[in-house]
């Protein structure tokens, strides 16, 4: 990896961890709205943010949730695994919207392992935690895709990688 995409992806980390922290009151637990979140959308633009959003989840885990090692497996284990599926699904002509709505399809869907890492470590009941979830991920992708839709006219998040 380029000295020009590690700066990139630790800025990206940066973000995501400091968005993280900002909203950390809304981004844990069975109801939750991450708003770090909208920075997956990155990955519709190139797969090598990823990286940045990997360490980013890692990091904002690790030093703001409350459960501990259970949220380092689980929630850095959905992003992995959300990611993989989706590099897979993206075809080189999908629209940049195609590319967000199944970005937020997949991290939706994904959010059974959140709700399992629920279930197990607070004994919360596993349908509620898996619906208020994916409902939170679901709202936060879908309503910050004209963000970042809009902020990729201005930054171009694919030139950055190139």
């Known amino acids: 990896m380029s000295t020009r995409k590690m700066v990139i992806n630790t800025i990206i980390a940066a ?8 909203f950390a009151f809304m981004s844990f637990g069975a109801i939750q709205f991450r708003v770090s979140e909208m920075l997956n959308h990155l990955v519709g633009y190139h797969k090598d943010y990823k990286y940045g959003v990997l360490a980013g989840v890692f990091i904002a885990n690790l030093i703001f949730s409350t459960l501990g090692a259970w949220d380092l497996v689980f929630g850095f284990g959905q992003t992995l695994i959300s990611f993989l599926i989706l590099e897979k699904l993206f075809k080189p002509n999908d629209s940049e919207m195609k590319r967000m709505m199944m970005t937020a399809l997949v991290f939706t869907v994904t959010m059974v392992l959140v709700a399992i890492e629920l279930y197990i470590v607070l004994d919360l009941p596993f349908w509620f935690s898996f619906v208020t979830a994916a409902f939170g991920e679901a709202v936060v992708l879908v309503l910050s895709a004209p963000l970042m839709k809009y902020m990729n006219k201005i930054i171009g998040f694919a030139e950055k990688m190139a």
């Open 15 to 22: 973000l995501y961890v400091a968005l993280t922290g900002i």
